[in-house]
């Protein structure tokens, strides 16, 4: 079976390490809520990619076990197919015994050359599963390796390599945020998908007046949302097309507005300081606008997504055995 | 007992391409339109 995950490889940022097999060979992944698949570059890779990362090699590993069954995987920009292996996979001290994931064959064109991660840690439902395979955090729970159901993601905003940012598994952490973590259900077991009540810009319900869907997804590292609304909200927020993207003039950030969320009854407010992603391009001060147009088409769409830049300010617990996100604050 | 993994925090792709200079370029290489640009041309034309 295929899915859609919806990465935007382009603006990774957060990285962490796991190791595969025995002895244990070392992959830089990063960890989505937007998928559920476990996959990285194999040994049977003859595409650019797998020539600029680390490739697994099954016959190198005493606890592989060969499954075999195909799978592929779709992203905007390409796909990637390959075979499904099990393994014992361990995570800074958590091993999980008999993960199936997939080693892939072939990688998009360009799409993973560049990126520095070499492969992806899924943590969205199991109906997210390409090839029907066992999420990473499934196998953790059925496994008795954390406390509780719950992982959370803290994604630090600190401009030197955002140091201390952190993915806990089996409970979070209360020095990460301030106040008490509210808690939303999640409406749809898939993605973290959670209700929007609207979405205000400055003092004016500009979108999703009526309600709309949205998922938590640290697979995104900017705000998306349907193209149209995007565009109109980059209007509001005073950016322009610039080189093929939309930015603003730097200067003017003091005078932009905030873009808060509205859920549950509880307002996630964005300040321009926490939307634009300043840059410096030839010694000059650049200002990129953090959200971006993604249609995703009926039935899984509209979507908006909340990714790394709404992530940077609220701290996110996610909670499989009440099928809810917390979200507060973080300091 | 929670189990903490460090991310670390690199250089995105986006950043890397558009120091090259290359931005743009990759916009049109992958047929994105990051700016809705096409679709508002064909209303016009």
Redesign the interface.
């Known amino acids: 079976s295929t899915n859609e995950p919806l990465i935007n ?8 390490t796991i190791s595969i097999g025995s002895p244990p060979q070392n992959f830089t992944v990063f ?1 989505d809520t937007g998928s559920s698949n476990l996959w990285v570059p194999s040994v049977y890779c003859t595409s650019p990619a797998c020539k600029t990362h680390p490739v697994f090699h099954p016959s190198q590993s005493s606890t592989y076990e060969e499954v075999g069954n195909r799978f592929s995987i779709h992203y ?2 390409g796909s990637l197919t390959g075979i499904i292996g099990a393994d014992q996979v361990s ?4 091993t999980v015994e008999g993960q199936q994931f997939g080693e892939s064959v072939t990688e998009p064109g ?1 799409t993973f050359v ?4 070499d492969g992806i840690l899924g943590l969205g439902y199991p109906s997210l599963a390409a090839g029907g395979v066992t999420p990473v955090f499934d196998n953790m729970m059925a496994q008795n ?3 509780l159901p719950i992982f959370s993601v803290y ?2 905003s600190d401009p030197q ?3 201390g ?9 209360p020095s990460h945020f301030s106040g008490s973590l509210n808690w939303i259900p999640v409406t749809k077991q898939g993605y973290w998908q959670i209700a929007l009540d609207g979405i205000q810009v400055g003092d004016t319900v500009m979108f999703c007046s009526e309600g709309c869907q949205a998922i938590v997804d640290t697979g995104t ?1 900017l705000v998306t949302g349907p ?2 609304k ?2 109109e909200l980059q209007g509001a927020i005073g950016a322009t ?1 610039i ?4 930015a603003v003039n730097c200067a003017t950030l003091n005078t932009m507005p905030n873009v808060a969320f509205l859920i549950n009854g509880v307002s996630y407010a964005l300040s321009p300081n926490a939307y634009i992603l300043p ?1 410096l ?1 030839d010694g000059m001060q ?1 200002c990129g606008s953090g959200f ?2 993604l249609d995703i088409p009926p039935p899984a769409g509209p979507l908006w997504i909340l990714g790394d830049v709404f992530i940077r300010q609220f701290y996110a617990v996610f909670d499989r055995g009440n099928n809810q996100v917390g979200l507060a604050p973080t300091v | 007992a929670m189990h903490r993994v460090p991310l670390r925090k690199h250089q995105s792709v986006r950043k890397k391409l558009r120091a090259q200079g290359v931005l743009s370029d990759f916009w049109k290489s992958q047929n994105l339109d990051m700016v809705q640009f096409s679709e508002s041309c064909r209303m016009d034309q």
């Not at chain 1, 490889?9 to 962490?16: Q, R």
């Not at chain 1, 995570?91 to 958590?94: A, D, T």
């Not at chain 1, 080189?243 to 939309?246: F, K, L, M, S, V």
């Open positions: 490889y382009l603006d990774m940022e957060y990285f962490g960890f905007g920009t995570v800074e001290g958590l360009q560049n990126a520095e991660f390796l954390v406390d994604l630090s390599g955002g140091s940012s952190e993915l806990t598994f089996g409970g979070y952490d590292s193209s149209d995007i565009k097309p080189d093929g993207e939309y840059d391009v650049y971006q147009g």
